[in-house]
Nanobody, 128 residues
Framework: QVQVVESGGGSVQAGGSLTLSCTAS????????MAWFRQAPGKERDGVSC????????VYEDAVTGRFTTSRDNAKNTVDLQMGNLKPEDTAMYYC?????????????????????WGQGTQVVVSS
């Protein structure tokens, strides 16, 4: 049984930084790309970032490019999302996701139907 657990959310002022962490178990971790999604109240869940199986390739949503960085440690089954220069519009529930892909194909990795397992989510609140 695949389990995905996020941590690291919280409240921060605009311009601040947070790092989210995710640990996955019950799977062969390096058989999967890992993604972060977020969902703001009243909005759809959107893909934020994706990192391929070996960590050598990453993809980001336009709104976070240059501010967020994702990385993974396959020895520890963990993936992180470092978020910098946070803006109020980054306020959302953030979800770690195990992708059915091994890489992050453009236009496809963001599809929820391609996610094998979701974490429970961690809340990020950015105040102005």
């Amino acid at each position: 049984q695949v389990q995905v657990v996020e941590s690291g959310g919280g409240s921060v002022q605009a311009g601040g930084s947070l790092t989210l962490s995710c640990t996955a178990s019950g799977l062969t971790f390096d058989d999967h790309a890992m993604a972060w999604f977020r969902q703001a109240p009243g909005k759809e869940r959107d893909g934020v970032s994706c990192i391929n199986w070996n960590g050598f390739a990453t993809v980001y949503e336009d709104a976070v490019t240059g501010r967020f960085t994702t990385s993974r440690d396959n020895a520890k089954n963990t993936v992180d999302l470092q978020m910098g220069n946070l803006k109020p519009e980054d306020t959302a529930m953030y979800y770690c996701a195990v992708s059915s892909y091994i890489n992050c194909p453009s236009g496809s990795w963001q599809q929820s139907k391609k996610v094998i397992s979701w974490g429970q989510g961690t809340q990020v609140v950015v105040s102005s």
